[in-house]
C-alpha cells in the first residue's frame, strides 16, 4: 500500500504545512501550476516527488517536468496531466488517448475546482486536488491525501486551507 500526497496550483506558494501533512507520505504527486523549481525541490525534501507542468510554469520546471505523467503505482494505472477536463466534458489536450487507453486513477489541475469523481463510461476515477496557493478566485486552498493499495484507491481525506 501507498499512501499519496496530491496537490496542484501551487502557482509559486509555499506552505509550511505542506510538511507535516505530507511527511507521512510515500510519494508527493504535483498536477502542475508549479510556479517555480523551488517548490518541486521543497517537496521533494519530504518525498520523492511526481509532477507535470501547467500552462503557467517556465523553461526551468518545463526542463524538471513532462507535461503528461503515465506510470502504475501498486497496480493501478495513473495519468497525472495539468489541463485535463473532468467526466463528460475532457481535455482536447487529452483526447482521444483517455477514451482509447484510459488509465484507472486520471489526476489533473487546472481548474481550481476540487473534484473527485468516478467516471463509470471510461471506469476511471478523476481527482482534481483544487488549488493549494493563493493565486485565483478560490476562498479556500485544498491538498488531498489517499492510499493505493493494489488496485484499490482508498482513504481519500481532503485537506482544507482558508484564505
Not at 495539468?82 to 477514451?99: K, L, N, Q, T, W
Not at 471506469?123 to 476562498?139: E, M, V, Y
Request: glycine share 8%.
Amino acid at each position: 500500500m501507498k499512501k499519496i500526497g496530491l496537490l496542484s496550483d501551487t502557482h509559486g506558494y509555499w506552505d509550511e504545512k505542506f510538511v507535516s501533512y505530507f511527511s507521512d507520505c510515500d510519494e508527493i504527486w504535483h498536477a502542475g501550476d508549479i510556479g517555480n523549481s523551488e517548490i518541486l525541490h521543497k517537496l521533494e525534501n519530504i518525498k520523492p516527488v511526481r509532477a507535470v507542468y501547467g500552462n503557467i510554469d517556465g523553461y526551468p520546471v518545463r526542463t524538471l517536468c513532462p507535461k503528461h505523467l503515465r506510470f502504475r503505482t501498486e497496480e493501478t494505472e495513473v495519468w497525472l496531466t495539468h489541463i485535463g477536463g473532468y467526466p463528460g466534458h475532457y481535455a482536447p489536450d487529452v483526447s482521444p488517448e483517455i477514451f482509447d487507453n484510459p488509465p484507472e486513477l486520471f489526476v489533473c489541475g487546472h481548474s481550481h475546482i476540487l473534484k473527485v469523481q468516478y467516471d463509470k463510461n471510461l471506469k476511471l476515477l478523476h481527482i482534481n486536488p483544487g488549488a493549494a496557493g493563493k493565486q485565483g478566485f478560490h476562498q479556500v486552498r485544498t491538498i488531498i491525501r489517499f492510499c493505493i493499495d493494489k488496485k484499490d484507491i482508498q482513504n481519500l481525506e481532503v485537506i482544507e486551507f482558508a484564505g
